[in-house]
C-alpha cells in the first residue's frame, strides 16, 4: 500500500535526524553539548572513501536540523546547541561579522569600477548610499536599546514585529525615492535590488541582537559574515558574468534574502530561549521609546549623505565613485571602533546600572575616545604613505591629485567615529531624546552649507561640508552628554529604575 506523501515526509525527516545523531562531527558554528567528540573520534577512525567533505557536511547537518526542527514542533520549541559567555570568541567572530559587513561596499565598487567603469561604479555607490539610508530606516536605533534590555522588558516578539512594519515602510519609501527621481531601467533595477540587500541588513539585524542578547554575540557575527560574502559572490560573479550592473544589484538583494531564511532567522530561534508572545502596547512602546534614538541615527546618516544627494543632482556619477572611494578609509576608524565598544554594550549597561561603578563608566568613556584619536593619526600616517597609491592600483585611477581631500575625509572618519561611540553610551544612559537636538541643528547646518561648498568648489566642497558638518555634531553631541552626566550625577540614582 502506498504511503501517504506527509508519512514519506516524517520518514525521510526520520532517517535524515538518524544520519545526524550519528555523523555529528561536524556542526555549523562549533561543538554541540553532548555526544559530539566520541563521534568525531569514530568518524575519524573509519573514514569512508566516498565521504563528503566538510562544507557538504556543514551544509548537510545545518539543513537536517531545519527539517527536523520544522517537524518536532517548530525553530522556537528546540534545545540550543551552541555555548554562550565566551568573550574571545564573541570579539574574534563579530570582528568577522562587522568586518565582512564594512568591506562589501568598498569591494563591490572595486568590482564595479573593473568590470563596469567610473560611471556605472558611480551609479552603484548613489544607490547604496540610498539603500544605508533605508536600512537606518529599517533598524528604527532599536539595536542598541535591544542588547540592553537586560529585564527584557519587551519581548522579542515584539522586537520582531516591529522591525518587520519598519523594514516594510523602508522598502516603500525606497520605491517612492525611486519613483521621485524618475530613474530608468538599470538604474532603477539597481537601486531595488540593492535596497533590498540594505532593507534585508536592518532586518537581521533584529535577529542577531536577539542573540547578542542572549550573550551569543559570535553567531550574530557568523550570520553577519554568511551574508555579506553571500553578497560579494553574487554581484561580482553576475556582474562578470553579464557585465550587467542592474542585474548584478538584483543578485545582490536575492542573497541576502537567501541567507535572512536560511541562515539568520532560524539561527536566532533555534538558539536562544522561546519568547512571550508580542503586544500591540510593546511595539508602540518601541517606537515611542526609540523614536529619538531613530530620529539622530537617521538625521547623523542623512547628514553624511547630505553631500552625496547634492552631488547627484550638482555633479556627474564620476563625483560619487571619488567621494566613496575616499570615505572607505574614513570608514574603517568607525567599523574598528565598533569593534572595540559594540560587544561591551550589555557590560557598560551593567557597570552603569551600579552607581559604585560609574566612575569605572567614565574612564572607559575617556579611554575609547582616545583610543578613536590614535587610530585616526594612524591612518593618517598610513595614508600618506601607502594608502594613496593602493587605492590608484585598486580603481585604475590616479587619486594622488585627490590626496589634499583623503586626509579632510580620515579627520571626518575619526570625528564620525566619536559620534557613534558617544551616542551608543547616550543610550545606555536612557537618555537618547536629549540629543535629538543636537542632530537637527547640525543637519539643517548640512543642508545649506555643504550644498553651498558643492556649488563653489565640486567635489573638494563636499568633503569640507562633510567635515564640518561633523565637527559641528560632536562639539554639539559632547556638550550635551556632559550636561547628562553632571544631571545624572547629582540625581545620583540608576536610569534603569527610573
Known amino acids: 500500500m502506498p504511503l501517504h506523501p506527509l508519512d514519506s515526509l516524517r520518514d525521510k525527516v526520520r532517517s535524515l535526524h538518524e544520519w545526524q545523531e550519528r555523523k ?26 566516498h565521504e563528503p567533505g566538510p562544507i557538504a557536511r556543514l551544509v548537510d547537518a545545518w539543513w537536517t536540523r531545519l527539517i527536523a526542527a520544522v517537524y518536532d514542533g517548530g525553530l522556537a520549541a528546540q534545545e540550543a546547541e551552541y555555548g554562550s559567555g565566551e568573550t574571545a570568541r564573541d570579539y574574534l567572530w563579530n570582528t568577522v561579522g562587522t568586518g565582512a559587513w564594512g568591506m562589501v561596499f568598498p569591494v563591490l565598487t572595486v568590482v564595479a569600477t573593473q568590470l563596469a567603469g567610473i560611471e556605472q561604479a558611480g551609479m552603484f555607490s548613489m544607490a547604496f548610499a540610498a539603500g544605508t539610508l533605508l536600512m537606518f530606516l529599517s533598524n528604527f536605533g532599536v539595536r542598541t536599546y535591544q542588547v540592553s534590555d537586560i529585564d527584557e522588558k519587551y519581548s522579542f516578539a515584539s522586537y520582531q514585529a516591529q522591525r518587520w512594519l519598519t523594514s516594510l515602510l523602508a522598502l516603500a519609501a525606497g520605491l517612492l525615492y525611486c519613483t521621485v527621481r524618475g530613474y530608468d531601467a538599470t538604474m532603477l533595477m539597481l537601486s531595488i535590488g540593492i535596497y533590498i540587500y540594505k532593507i534585508v541588513d536592518g532586518l537581521a539585524d533584529v535577529y542577531e541582537g536577539r542573540l547578542q542578547q542572549a550573550d551569543k554575540l559570535y553567531l550574530a557575527g557568523i550570520s553577519q559574515a554568511l551574508r555579506s560574502i553571500a553578497v560579494i559572490i553574487a554581484f561580482s560573479v553576475l556582474l562578470f558574468i553579464t557585465r550587467s550592473i542592474a542585474l548584478a544589484g538584483a543578485g545582490a538583494g536575492l542573497a541576502s534574502v537567501a541567507t535572512l531564511i536560511l541562515v539568520t532567522i532560524p539561527l536566532a530561534l533555534l538558539e536562544t530561549e522561546a519568547s512571550r508572545r508580542m503586544s500591540t502596547l510593546e511595539i508602540g512602546g518601541l517606537f515611542r521609546h526609540c523614536l529619538p534614538l531613530f530620529s539622530a ?17 550638482m555633479l556627474p556619477y564620476d563625483s560619487q565613485l571619488y567621494f566613496n572611494a575616499l570615505f572607505f578609509p574614513a570608514q574603517g576608524i568607525l567599523l574598528a571602533a565598533g569593534f572595540l565598544y559594540k560587544p561591551q554594550l550589555l557590560r557598560l549597561a551593567n557597570i552603569w546600572s551600579n552607581p559604585r561603578r560609574r566612575r569605572k563608566f567614565d574612564l572607559i568613556v575617556l579611554a575609547m575616545i582616545a583610543v578613536i584619536a590614535l587610530m585616526t593619526a594612524g591612518t593618517l600616517v598610513f595614508m600618506g604613505w ?14 594622488e591629485a585627490y590626496r589634499g581631500i583623503a586626509y579632510l575625509m580620515i579627520v571626518a572618519g575619526g570625528v564620525s567615529a566619536a559620534i557613534d561611540f558617544l551616542y551608543a553610551i547616550v543610550t545606555v544612559l536612557r537618555r537618547q531624546s536629549s540629543a535629538t537636538k543636537p542632530y537637527a541643528i547640525t543637519f539643517a547646518f548640512s543642508l545649506v552649507v555643504p550644498t553651498a561648498l558643492i556649488w563653489l568648489m565640486g567635489l573638494t566642497g563636499a568633503v569640507a561640508g562633510y567635515l564640518a558638518s561633523m565637527v559641528l555634531l560632536l562639539v554639539l553631541l559632547s556638550i550635551e552628554y556632559h550636561r547628562i552626566r553632571q544631571d545624572l550625577s547629582e540625581k545620583n540614582r540608576s536610569p534603569f529604575h527610573a
Not at 297 to 313: D, H, Q, R, T
Not at 387 to 395: E, K, R, T
Open 24 to 49: 555529528r562531527s561536524v556542526t555549523l558554528f562549533g561543538n554541540p553539548h553532548a555526544g559530539t567528540a566520541a563521534q568525531a573520534g569514530k568518524a575519524a577512525d573509519s573514514p569512508s572513501k
Open 297 to 313: 541615527l537617521f538625521m547623523f546618516n542623512l547628514i553624511e549623505s547630505v553631500p552625496k544627494f547634492a552631488m547627484e543632482g
Open 386 to 399: 601607502l594608502g594613496i597609491p593602493i587605492m590608484s592600483f585598486m580603481y585604475g585611477v590616479d587619486f
